[in-house]
């Protein structure tokens, strides 16, 4: 009996505690994962944007050359001598191009 009236007083505390801890696993969340994503695209997004022409990039499926023009939101990649490939923007991968630069 003593027991039953014990189990049935801590679930009625429990929603309290709960809600503290969902609310504190969202703040959790958010911190670790939404927010440096965000971080992460707004950079990406610089970047994309203050490329010039002459630059040297590597997109993102492994293609290495420097940046023979720049139009709205595509650019041509020189990859040698005369040989040009078209690519939107977007594939411009901005760890790859720091990598490759800073070796």
């Known amino acids: 009996m003593m027991y039953s009236m ?3 007083a801590q679930a009625q505390g429990d ?3 709960f ?3 969902m609310g504190l696993m969202l703040v ?4 670790f994962m939404i927010r ?3 971080k992460k695209a707004k950079t990406q997004k610089k970047f994309t944007e203050e490329i010039q022409r002459g630059d040297y990039v590597v997109t993102i499926g492994g293609a290495h050359g420097r ?3 720049l139009e709205k939101d595509t650019f041509i990649l020189e990859v040698e001598r005369g040989a040009r490939i078209k690519f939107n923007r ?3 991968s901005m760890e790859a191009t720091k990598a490759v630069k800073g070796a």
């Open 90 to 92: 977007s594939a411009i």
């Open 28 to 31: 959790i969340f958010y911190f």
């Open 67 to 69: 940046i023979a023009e």
């Open 6 to 8: 014990l189990a049935q």
């Open 19 to 21: 809600y503290i801890m």
């Open 36 to 38: 440096p994503q965000q």
């Open 15 to 17: 929603n309290y505690s």
